[in-house]
């Protein structure tokens, strides 16, 4: 259904500019299709590179099959994005490993804050990273404009930050 979606789209509404946020589980046989349907945009939402995190929180898919879809959408040349949801004490350790994902491949990686909630203000203290910090502090990155993206030297993906927390005392 997805493709007949994206081909409505694209043929019927004169939309040229089209894009998915995905998890990408099972979407690999489609991508060329979705592409040839009107398809130039892909979010893969990816919280961890490591096989046993993504494991436990994607119920046993595989992260290795994720990076063939990553391939593919490059292959294909659609503007592809990896969106990662940073959480102290889970993920913040494989920060580094998205930005050394740009050196090599045309994509943007976006660092999402997690977002607090009224009733679970103690779980956000905990889980919470500065990500622009972090970012801030890396000498091999480059703050390319006020959007909070970077780049590294030499590299052909950029870094975004996605904060949704603009209480500086966070």
Same mark, same amino acid.
Request: proline share 2%; charged share 20%; aromatic share 6%.
């Given at each position: 259904?997805?493709?007949?979606?994206?081909?409505?789209?694209?043929?019927?509404?004169?939309?040229?500019?089209?894009?998915?946020?995905?998890?990408?589980?099972?979407?690999?046989?489609?991508?060329?299709?979705?592409?040839?349907?009107?398809?130039?945009?892909?979010?893969?939402?990816?919280?961890?590179?490591?096989?046993?995190?993504?494991?436990?929180?994607?119920? @046993?898919? $595989?992260?290795?099959? #994720?990076?063939?879809? !990553?391939?593919?959408?490059?292959? /294909?040349?659609? =503007?592809?994005? *990896?969106?990662?949801?940073?959480?102290? @004490?889970? $993920?913040?350790?494989? #920060?580094?490993?998205? !930005?050394?994902?740009?050196?090599? /491949?045309?994509? =943007?990686?976006? *660092?999402?804050?997690?977002?607090?909630?009224?009733?679970?203000?103690?779980?956000?203290?905990?889980?919470?990273?500065?990500?622009?910090?972090?970012?801030?502090?890396?000498?091999?990155?480059?703050?390319?404009?006020?959007?909070?993206?970077?780049?590294?030297?030499?590299?052909?993906?950029?870094?975004?930050?996605?904060?949704?927390?603009?209480?500086?005392?966070?």
């Amino acid at each position: 259904y997805l493709i007949n979606i994206v081909d409505f789209i694209s043929s019927e509404c004169n939309t040229y500019d089209i894009g998915i946020t995905s998890e990408c589980i099972g979407i690999q046989p489609y991508l060329k299709r979705l592409k040839n349907s009107g398809l130039r945009d892909i979010v893969i939402c990816i919280d961890s590179l490591k096989q046993y995190k993504y494991k436990n929180i994607h119920c @046993g898919a $595989n992260v290795n099959d #994720i990076i063939k879809i !990553i391939d593919t959408c490059i292959n /294909l040349n659609l =503007n592809t994005t *990896l969106k990662c949801m940073v959480v102290n @004490g889970f $993920n913040n350790d494989e #920060i580094n490993d998205y !930005i050394s994902m740009t050196k090599s /491949l045309p994509i =943007n990686i976006c *660092l999402s804050e997690i977002i607090p909630k009224n009733n679970k203000l103690e779980e956000f203290n905990k889980s919470y990273i500065n990500i622009e910090s972090i970012l801030d502090a890396n000498p091999n990155l480059s703050k390319l404009d006020n959007r909070k993206t970077y780049k590294l030297l030499n590299s052909v993906g950029t870094i975004c930050i996605e904060s949704h927390n603009n209480n500086k005392n966070c």
